[in-house]
């Protein structure tokens, strides 16, 4: 099971970055995705999560300035990241809860992390 991650990168203060990460076919009937994120010498924590019927949550940190999003149809989340400040920097997660599908097993997926990192 495979999640993909994409979109990090470089950018300044006040900018803005999408993320995306898709799940691969190998997991099917995913209910909550979301973001995380792992600041240098910090836990992971979470930052946005998305149920299926589309209702989101975020954490106080990034209120107003991120918007998570997906589409069920192409088993994806996204992250709309703006007014970046660069506390943000870290590497971001996604993930996914579902099924496996050789196994009907259900799961938490993880895509790989993409890095963030915002200039002052």
């Known amino acids: 099971v495979q999640l993909q991650a994409s979109g990090g990168g470089l950018v300044q203060a006040g900018g803005s970055l999408r993320l995306s990460c898709a799940a691969s076919?190998?997991?099917?009937?995913?209910?909550?995705m979301g973001w995380y994120r792992q600041g240098p010498g910090e836990q992971r924590e979470l930052i946005a999560s998305?149920?299926?019927?589309?209702?989101?949550t975020y954490a106080d940190s990034v209120k107003g300035r991120f918007t998570i999003s997906r589409d069920n149809a192409k088993n994806s989340v996204y992250l709309q990241m703006n007014n970046l400040k660069p506390e943000d920097t870290a590497v971001y997660y996604c993930?996914?809860?579902?099924?496996?599908?050789?196994?009907?097993?259900?799961?938490?997926?993880w895509g790989q992390g993409t890095l963030v990192t915002v200039s002052s």
């Open positions: 076919g190998s997991i099917f009937g995913t209910s909550a």
């Open positions: 993930n996914a809860d579902g099924r496996r599908r050789s196994s009907l097993a259900y799961i938490s997926a």
């Open positions: 998305i149920t299926r019927d589309g209702t989101t």
